[in-house]
């Protein structure tokens, strides 16, 4: 059986997701981790023993050993330690979004294709069962041609989660239309089939900028508590806040249809919400993760009476499920080329979407374009990363 060495850049947090690639009776050890935080080292270190720790990535990087990394490092981060992975012939696992800026998308694609190292981008929504059972339905052609797609982002922990830690500054997210819309724009994308030509935004702070901060000598704690709201009532937000707390955007599509994407970090609720119509019904989810449903509608009626009702159940692991499978298809594809649910290509879409949503929102709301692709890198990872 072949084997996979493996190392994580970013050992606790995120990193965690990484843990799962130890599949020894598979051929996959995980054999280093970088972690610049010692309390994540020392938690790595105890749960693998044998392998080699560091503080900085690039020792990790030297490793010939290692044919594999998982980089879940902050956002900003992601463009370089992407490129150093890529340029030392490690395949990557990059964690969303690909990067904060269109370029340092551009460049992570161009130097894969270059140095033929593996990419994959962890969006693991793609492997949602909920949202896998819309993509069934949608491509079953029971609702048609799809000409509208609406999403309505409840982020009920947006007060805990993004605006008491790094998240909170555009120098290192750009903002949270991009660093926690990528996930539903890229959802979007893969459900209509389709890429956002050219988008205008909207969105303000409205809310966190008046909560009560934390000194910049204070760390961030960003655990989550559901007794953490009304946010006006809570204090220990981050010193710096420039990022909005609410964010909506509108999309016309390549292949003609359209479609809006809204998110809100102050509600009290937590669930995205996607609908999508077509020329002959409509389809809806309710609920997006452990027990939900996906509602569909193909004749005239209310909608408290949808035609066909699909209960799709929990399933085991992290992000709904997600977090295992995702994984695997990482190591099937780096061990054996295995097809892949999430692409490249439509990592830097949803990245290019949600920065020119915000440039747009920032600077008059008018239309921005997203640029293309060249055609020798569009058609290097259409076929799935093998040079023709």
């Known amino acids: 059986m072949e084997t996979l060495k493996v190392g994580l850049i970013a050992t606790g947090g995120r990193g965690h997701n990484g843990w799962q690639a130890h599949q020894p009776e598979k051929g996959v050890t995980i054999v280093a981790g970088a972690d610049i ?36 490092t902050p956002d900003y981060l992601h463009e370089e330690m992407a490129v150093d992975a ?33 990419l994959f981008i962890g969006h ?45 500054e555009q ?42 901060r934390r000194s910049p000598e204070t760390p961030g704690c960003a655990k989550w508590d559901v007794s953490q709201y009304p946010p006006l009532e809570q204090t220990g937000f981050s010193p710096i806040i420039d990022v909005e707390d609410h964010n909506m955007i509108m999309m016309q599509m390549e292949n003609g249809a359209q479609a809006t994407y809204m998110q809100c970090h102050y509600a009290p609720d937590a669930e995205r919400n996607y609908t999508f119509i077509g020329t002959k019904g409509r389809v809806e989810n309710i609920g997006d993760s ?20 699909y209960h799709v159940k929990p399933a085991v692991g992290g992000h709904g499920g ?52 060249p055609k020798e890198i569009i058609e290097y990872f259409d076929n799935n990363q093998v040079k023709k």
């Open 171 to 212: 120098r290192y997210s750009n903002g949270l239309l991009l660093q926690k819309g990528a996930h539903d724009i890229d959802v979007m994308h893969w459900l209509m089939g389709t890429y956002t030509k050219s988008v205008v935004g909207m969105g303000m702070l409205s809310v966190y900028d008046k909560c009560g």
């Open 124 to 168: 693991n929504m793609r492997h949602f069962p909920v949202v896998l059972k819309m993509r069934e339905i949608i491509r079953s052609g029971i609702i048609g041609d799809i000409q509208v797609g609406w999403t309505r982002h409840f982020v009920g922990y947006g007060g805990d989660a993004y605006f008491r830690d790094w998240h909170s």
């Open 322 to 373: 997600a977090d295992g499978p995702i994984v695997d298809n990482f190591l099937d594809f780096v061990m054996h080329g295995a097809k892949t649910n999430t692409s490249p290509i439509a990592a830097r879409n949803s990245v290019a979407t949600g920065v020119l949503g915000h440039y747009s929102m920032r600077h008059g709301c008018n239309r921005q374009d997203i640029p293309p692709l």
């Open 290 to 309: 452990g027990d939900c449903y996906v509602h569909v509608w193909t004749r005239r009626g209310p909608r408290s009476t949808p035609d066909i009702i």
């Open 37 to 72: 935080a010692p309390a994540a080292r020392e938690e790595f270190k105890e749960k693998f023993p044998e392998a080699k720790v560091f503080e900085d990535y690039r020792e990790l990087l030297k490793m010939d050993e290692i044919g594999a990394v998982f980089i879940s």
């Open 86 to 118: 890529l340029k030392a012939g490690k395949a990557i696992y990059l964690e969303k979004p690909m990067a904060i800026t269109i370029e340092g998308c551009d460049r992570i694609l161009r130097t894969a294709m270059e140095t033929g190292s593996k």
